[in-house]
């Protein structure tokens, strides 16, 4: 076969013993009827790991199978690792050998070390270069965690204004099947800026809407689509996510196992929440999730309980009613369940805004004098295009958020036992790239309420 590692490689879900590690196999990763141009056969891929990059050192090695039903994807579980340690890992097929990858374990259980960790989403191909995960790859963290839209199933519109189409995608059609996912994502997956942050560190991703279709809520796919149709183009883009992402879990039909708790020592308990595939009425979470969520909320002992999930968390008053609609807003009295188990050392993370936000997390939304229960980084898109935002309209209009910036990038966060902090690093353009990032901004968590220590509010 022809160079395989085209994709690159990855790793995610970090323990104190062990991570995923992920590649596929494609060697032409748009072949118009095989899957990554490979044969439909099983193919035997070779991994190793080591404590250096130059893999001098292998602590481990072995053989896993790359199978056609699963696009010739491969997850390997490794265990018996050191707690919060750098480690280096390769995959090869016959004398073929892809790039090196840096992974971490998550810390012992009893660490008190700092955790350094980034946070992306909305990285929509057609609007842009992915620079800004290029300068997060170089930060090295120790995690990253991906709130949703990491692809967007949408195909090429036919009249697009400026900035929204400027690299082209593998189709103009949408995608709905499980091909067209595929293609999806083995097009994002080319980009060596996504893929650099790939090999930079392990990930914890969640999907939002856009990894199957915009807007879904539950099984209804808001097109006027039978719940029974959705479902299977849900089982195609599922399945097609799994393929692509270091993760624990395979997709069971149309069901992901998205929610879940990664510790981190003693500083971080990252909690990640599903909050489009349970929708149900007036209810985000469902019962089982809400149950699992607050439960965590209430046993986590770490400093600092981070709740990673993909829509705008906290009460937003916006001048047009019908903007976000998808985010907890519409919610309330599920938003008001997960609050009544506030822990101290509360920060919710959200993607889905294309635009930063930061606000106070308070008992009464409409008092800034009031308990308060914690606070909410809402995270900018890599790439997508923004929304027109009066965003000093917005501010006066909620009392509670204290920041808005309309730039593209990524956040920054270091968390400790003394403290929790988030910078919001910007990117000066994506129509090309190379781009250099800034800080625009730079928050501190102190007695669950926001403290700005650089940059401007607003």
């Known amino acids: 076969m022809g160079y395989p590692f085209t994709l690159g490689v990855a790793s995610g879900e970090p323990l104190p013993d062990g991570v995923i590690l992920w590649t596929r196999l494609a060697p032409e990763p748009l072949?118009?009827?095989?899957?990554?141009?490979?044969?439909?056969q099983t193919a035997t891929v070779q991994w190793e790991i080591a404590e250096d990059e130059k893999l001098a050192r292998v602590i481990q090695s072995g053989t896993v199978a790359a199978q056609p039903d699963w696009a010739h994807s491969v997850h390997v579980r490794v265990s018996g690792l050191r707690p919060g340690t750098d480690y280096f890992y390769r995959f090869s097929v016959d004398s073929h050998r892809s790039p090196v990858g840096r992974t971490r374990t998550a810390p012992d259980p009893a660490s008190t070390a700092p955790v350094r960790f980034g946070v992306v989403s909305c990285q929509r191909y057609e609007h842009g270069h992915f620079t800004a995960l290029?300068?997060?790859?170089?930060?090295?963290?120790?995690?990253?965690?991906?709130?949703?839209?990491?692809?967007?199933?949408?195909?090429?519109?036919?009249?697009?204004?400026?900035?929204?189409?400027?690299?082209?995608?593998?189709?103009?059609a949408e995608c709905a099947t499980l091909?067209?996912?595929?293609?999806?994502?083995?097009?994002?997956?080319?980009?060596?800026?996504?893929?650099?942050?790939?090999?930079?560190?392990?990930?914890?991703?969640?999907p939002d809407d856009h990894e199957v279709r915009d807007g879904y809520a539950g099984v209804l796919p808001g097109n006027g689509t039978s719940p029974a149709a959705f479902l299977k183009r849900r089982t195609a883009a599922f399945k097609a996510y799994y393929e692509h992402m270091p993760l624990r879990?395979?997709?069971?039909?149309?069901?992901?196992?998205?929610?879940?708790?990664?510790?981190?020592?003693?500083?971080?308990?990252?909690?990640?929440?599903?909050?489009?595939?349970?929708?149900?009425?007036?209810?985000?979470?469902?019962?089982?999730?809400?149950?699992?969520?607050?439960?965590?909320?209430?046993?986590?002992?770490?400093?600092?309980?981070?709740?990673?999930q993909a829509v705008f968390f906290g009460r937003r008053v916006l001048p047009e009613p019908t903007a976000g609609a998808g985010a907890w807003d519409a919610y309330p009295e599920s938003r008001a369940r997960v609050l009544a188990e506030a822990p101290d050392g509360l920060v919710v993370l959200s993607g889905d805004e294309r635009g930063g936000w930061a606000g106070d997390l308070r008992a009464d939304w409409a008092d800034p004098g009031s308990t308060a229960l914690g606070v909410e980084f809402a995270g900018t898109s890599v790439t997508s295009m923004p929304p027109e935002t009066d965003g000093r309209a917005v501010l006066e209009l909620n009392p509670l958020l204290r920041f808005f910036d309309g730039h593209r990038g990524y956040m920054s966060c270091t968390a400790d036992m003394d403290g929790f902090r988030a910078d919001y690093r910007a990117v000066e353009y994506v129509d090309r790239p190379g781009a250099p990032a800034s800080t625009v901004a730079a928050f501190a968590v102190e007695n669950n309420e926001l403290r700005q220590i650089g940059g401007e509010a607003g």
């Open 31 to 40: 072949h118009p009827t095989r899957p990554g141009g490979m044969p439909n």
């Open 134 to 172: 290029r300068h997060l790859a170089d930060e090295r963290p120790e995690v990253i965690l991906h709130l949703g839209s990491y692809i967007y199933e949408y195909g090429k519109p036919k009249n697009p204004g400026p900035g929204r189409y400027v690299r082209p995608l593998e189709s103009e």
């Open 249 to 308: 879990a395979r997709p069971t039909g149309a069901a992901l196992q998205v929610y879940r708790w990664r510790p981190y020592g003693r500083v971080v308990d990252f909690v990640l929440a599903d909050t489009r595939q349970y929708r149900d009425g007036g209810d985000m979470l469902g019962a089982a999730q809400e149950e699992w969520l607050i439960g965590r909320l209430r046993s986590a002992t770490a400093r600092w309980k981070v709740l990673g």
């Open 179 to 206: 091909g067209a996912y595929r293609d999806r994502y083995a097009r994002y997956r080319m980009d060596p800026d996504l893929q650099a942050a790939h090999a930079a560190a392990p990930w914890l991703p969640v």
